[in-house]
């Protein structure tokens, strides 16, 4: 069965419960035999030395990495990596587990290929999170840990979240991710500020040598985030990820004026996002590019923007897990009209 037919199906059932579903096959899949997974990779994975990259001391088989929000709880770690991924990101999760907002919470905007979410960082908690990576780890692909506060947790304490999770994952993961800019978890947000960034990173390299992402909104003033940037560079931060889901309702022709918009409708405003604060960025820090990218034409051109990494979420909801392999390969093509014979020398192009 092909995705466009298994999408038939799965769009006829609610969004999230639809998620549930290709989690537990995904699951079956790896549980049952890995000669299942062998078959996925051998369907799916590119492998081609233009891709390949070493950042933050990391090995990178391709660019191509799964954004934060898929797999919450590292239950799915094993059958993502063969469908050809270069890097992948657990979480959002939190010290202890918490079951997120209200239901529902997961609108498929079936006509503009886009979701709106409003989870809440649901997931089920650090402890029973750590099981399971103690299980895979090392792993063979970069594991990024992106992490949260609870939604109990008041901001003035919300260091100590942060700190815990650093502590109990400084073995379990390559990198971790710092998610302040979720709109789903209430006044979040207000933690993207140079002040918390800066007592964050200070306390974080006492912690922990694994590198330190910083991941933003799409909504801030392009000065105010240059400046954020800056700032957590200058305090430690190995990197951004620009950008996490949008709070822009204009967008939408539907009345919910609540939770975070993500997929093609914020292509152009992500992109746009991405290359104003890139132009400042671009040499300074590393910048991973997420927010609407569906095709290796949007990837390519993030990349050229500045970004040395990519990640996908929503694309794989509306394109299935092809999109992986086909956003590598039409690199591997872009590259070759380019006359660029590794990624590393489209990085910024645009820039120069």
Known sequence: MNYNSLKSLLFKLDAEMAHLLAEYSLRSISAIS????????????????????????????????????????????????SLGFGFLEFGTFTPKAQSGNEKPRLFRLI????????????????????????KLYPFVLPLGANIGKNKLTPNEE????YFSLL???????????????????????????????KELLSEAKNISKKPILIKIAPDMDY??????????????????????TSVDYTLLDN????????????????GIFFKNVAKELFNKTLLIAS?????????????????????????????G???????????????KKDGFSNIKEAIGVNLK
Do not use: W
Request: aromatic share 10%; net charge neutral.
């Open 34 to 81: 890995p000669v299942f997974l062998n078959i996925l990779a051998h369907s799916y994975m590119v492998n081609d030395e233009s891709l390949e990259q070493n950042l933050l001391g990391l090995d990178f088989y391709n660019p191509v990495g799964l954004a934060g929000g898929f797999d919450k709880n590292a239950t799915m770690i094993k059958p993502l990596s």
């Open 111 to 134: 006509k503009d290929e886009s979701l709106q979410n409003a989870m809440g960082f649901n997931n089920k908690g650090a402890h029973f999170i750590a099981q399971r990576l103690k």
């Open 158 to 161: 919300a260091l100590n979240d």
């Open 167 to 197: 502590k109990s994952f400084d073995n379990l993961s390559d990198y971790f991710v710092i998610n302040i800019s979720s709109p789903n978890t209430k006044n979040l947000r207000q933690l993207q500020s140079s002040s918390f960034l």
């Open 223 to 244: 000065k105010d985030a240059i400046l954020l940037c800056q700032s957590g560079t200058e305090f430690g931060a190995s990197g951004f990820i620009i950008a996490n």
């Open 255 to 270: 009345n919910r004026t609540f939770g975070g918009i993500s997929g093609k409708l914020i292509q152009e405003k992500s």
């Open 291 to 319: 927010g609407g990218i569906d095709s290796a034409e949007v990837a390519y051109e993030r990349i050229k923007n500045g970004a040395s990494l990519i990640q996908i979420f929503t694309g794989l909801v509306f394109k």
């Open 321 to 335: 897990p092809s999109l992986v392999k086909d956003i590598n390969l039409g690199f591997i093509e872009c590259l």
